[in-house]
């Protein structure tokens, strides 16, 4: 079909032009007068017609904001080219009337029946041939000519059709976007397109790649081999990256066509997800006005706050603003019924603010009400099955109702924080194909979230149960001026221009906390041919050329005094040969115990601090509180530890404000150390070391 590759070359022209040069300024109106508080709706799945009643049910309950038609392409055509629009229409009337506001999906992400049946190509094929079938959503390729040709005319006569409505304020481009493990013929072919861009030959791909190994080099384009059989580190590295590449093209080319149409005071957005490893957020959301996430997680005694904590620090610091909660838990969760654990009485209410902690903006449940068949019949909404009001409900209209009396105080909140982890999609993907732990497979790791959970989740929880507030910082432009600490999680791939900036920050009086395997390759995978570690040899202060894995060993005498059981470091061991470095801690074992498991160095007017192994929590934690103490950055906060945590920032009126939460059972005292101010829920005074008591699962918020 004609249209198909003039689209396809349109697509990858647009594509191209967002990732390869800057976006223009654009309108940004992510700024809020009031805490948005919602639910995704579907009343095209209730089995039978009660908009007035929910709409009034959400009214009453103080409900601010409703988000729509993300899922629901079939309706909008329920035949190729027939464009439906009364039946949305109601809905956003009756919420319009109501006074809740509505966010509209571009439906993209559940194609409709009509489409794979007369366009089955649109469908993914996985790695080693294995095939999408129709039946669950996410299943296309979203780079498909074809599938691009249908989205666009949904999306145009869709926002021609609402642009003007006076109850929508902003759209969400597609729905919780990745690659989806996409290999079809044409995506390689565009895969090798994009090497050609990048290397221009086959004979610098062959020296850059080191395809002498086991004489794979190429002297045609035409030779390299698909995805499914390759072994090569780097081509799996520069897939990756393609892979994010599209996703990005993706969604900036969604984002340019609502563009068009949107009015100066809509947003746009999309619900990114907290797996936040599988793709670039940042180039992907270069025309949003602002990032939303989807952040599910444990209830009942499983509730710890940590994800909450990791999701909002993370997307705060993408484009370095608020955020907005598109999904979150509302009563139970789960694709079968086998983790049902509806949230204790004050969780829900605790969720949100702990969410307004972090920076968000909006909070929207999914959804509104439990859905009665289909795969997420047990993943549940504020209202149950019976569609009565509840438990749930009840606490959700408390909450909303402090929102509309405290909200404006809380919105657009502001942080600064003197503490950043770097986070490296490239470390993620080079470290998932030469795996160095026990999980996952042999050869490769992908799929597996190690880097993500275990080292660079393990400092982000020390840090949030600890009260210090971080954000996250990228190897792309990493601004490590603005903070007085930085952390590395394991930097296995990184550029000598990122290394030599990260030497430079210490040099010139920064702190740094930095894991093992750090340096070991450069950006394209291939392992630096000198000393290890590197170009980080001197601002390190050691030497190595041997390394170990082993399961568990102590800390010869517990250096950091946090006893036997938690005096273990584990998985992973550098033969560390300290030349200026300091060694603080060394392995209790025969042979192991000649090398420094932890050193660190004087550099310049800065410190680097050096992690050889993986250690305990109790470990990491006395680690980074000395880290925090030394770059003089620890605060009263510090005198708390979970399960009462404290967040803090600068609100609309220039006041800061302080949360302070109980994620536990038993009711908590402590002793408040700033300036005096208001507790805004119930509006008394606070003075400084006023003794104050936090209920169970309940909440302070005081205003100084």
Known sequence: MQFKSCFKISFILITLCFLLFPAKSIAQPDKFSNILYGVAYYHEYMPSDRLDEDV????DAGISVVRLGESSW??????EGEFEFAWMDRIIDKLHSA???VILG???????????????EVLLTYKNGGKAYYGIRQNMDITNPTFLFYSERIIRELMKHYSNHPGIIGYQVDNETTSRDVNNYDFNVSFVNHLKKKFETPQNLNKIWGLNYWGMTINSWEELAPRDGITNTAYKLEWERFNRMAVAGFLNWQSSIV??????????????????????????????????????HGEQDDLTGNEIAFAGDYFRSVKQKNYLITETNAQTIGWNSRIQQPPYPGQLRLNVYANLGSGANMVEYWHWHSIHYGQETYWKGVLSHDLQPNRAYAEVSKTAHELQKIGNKLVNLKKENKVAILFSHDSNDGLNFMPFDQTGGAWDNKGNDFYRSQLVGQFHKVLYQNNVGVDFIFPENPGFEKYSLVIIPSLYIASDELLQKISNYVKNGGHVIMQFKSGFCDENSMVRPVMAPGPLREVCGFRYQEFTNFRELALKNDPFEVGDDKNKVSTWAEYLIPETAKPLAFYDHKYFGDYPA???????????????CMLSDAIQEK???QSLSDAGIMTADQDLHWPLITKSGTNDFGKTIHYYYNYSSDSKSFTYKYKSGTELITGKKVSANDSLAIAPWDILIIEE
């Open 106 to 120: 571009t439906p993209t992400y559940s194609i409709p029946a009509w489409l794979w049946h007369k366009h089955p």
């Open 74 to 79: 079939s309706l909008f055509e329920p035949r």
């Open 56 to 59: 009034r049910m959400m009214k």
């Open 99 to 101: 006074g809740i506001k």
């Open 598 to 612: 932890i050193t660190s160095n004087n550099f310049g007017k800065g410190i680097m601090l050096y992690e050889g």
């Open 259 to 296: 563009m068009e149409y949107k009015r100066k005071d809509q947003f746009i957005t999309h619900c990114f997800m907290p797996s936040v490893q599988e793709i670039d957020q940042h180039e992907s959301s270069k025309l949003m006005d602002v990032l939303a996430v989807n952040v599910y």
């Open 623 to 625: 680690i980074i509180k």
